[in-house]
Nanobody, 127 residues
Framework: QVQIIESGGGLVQAGGSLRLSCAASGRTDDLIYYVMGWFRQSPGKDREFVGRIGWDSGLRYLSESVKGRFSVSRDKATKTLYLQMNNLKPEDSGVYYC??????????????????WGRGTQVTVSS
């Protein structure tokens, strides 16, 4: 099992940037089989897919709502996943979750494809 912990959230003005990190621990040798994802959830809304990356392949996919502003990357040496968020908007506010899914059946864009979740980190974008 892979455990993951997010960090890096905070308060930022619209147009600003933040970088979230997600540190993996546990059976990290198994990460080659995993897809790592980012989701977010704001009050009263369902958890929303933000982006994903294949740990071994590096294949990335971002939701349309963040494409061109956000990017997903990983550092294999430090077992860390990143979400770089630029040109933030107030509607980007929410709790951001890192997730790990072993060999998901689909594209890794739904929460059901992930078995390990971090506790979340709050991102607040002021207008």
């Amino acid at each position: 099992q892979v455990q993951i912990i997010e960090s890096g959230g905070g308060l930022v003005q619209a147009g600003g940037s933040l970088r979230l990190s997600c540190a993996a621990s546990g059976r990290t040798d198994d990460l080659i089989y995993y897809v790592m994802g980012w989701f977010r959830q704001s009050p009263g809304k369902d958890r929303e897919f933000v982006g994903r990356i294949g740990w071994d392949s590096g294949l990335r996919y971002l939701s349309e709502s963040v494409k061109g502003r956000f990017s997903v990357s990983r550092d294999k040496a430090t077992k860390t996943l990143y979400l770089q968020m630029n040109n933030l908007k107030p509607e980007d506010s929410g709790v951001y979750y890192c997730a790990a899914g072993r060999s998901p059946a689909g594209r890794g864009t739904t929460s059901q494809e992930y078995g390990s979740w971090g506790r979340g980190t709050q991102v607040t974008v002021s207008s």
